[in-house]
């Protein structure tokens, strides 16, 4: 499945465009102003993920905050309703959920923690 987006990298990048949640990875695909870039995220590199709000979020709305195992935190914001982002948000449970080494996380009020 795929949304239309807007995201900001751990280093403080931010671009538009698309995320795609495929069978392992989550692709993001878009431009900025120098061009068109890719990235790719496998789950099983998600450490948590939680819906964020206020600062939390990208610029100033709820975003999707995904903590990398090796990075900083990536928030993804979809440009439709909110109802996309807890859609977003449940079909990211979804797939760690079809990871067998991912069924130890646990979920709290506003995401879910993978222990380690």
Known sequence: MSYAVRWREPG???F???VEL???ALTLSGRD???SVSRVLPYEDVRAFHI????DGLYDRPALVIEHR???SWRIQPTAPLSTLQEMAHLLAEKHGAMPHLLSG???ADGVVLDA
């Open 12 to 14: 403080g990048e931010t």
């Open 33 to 35: 102003g120098a061009g």
């Open 52 to 55: 964020g709000r206020g600062d």
């Open 16 to 18: 538009s465009g698309h």
């Open 106 to 108: 646990r979920q709290t």
């Open 22 to 24: 495929g069978l392992r």
């Open 70 to 72: 090796r990075s900083d």
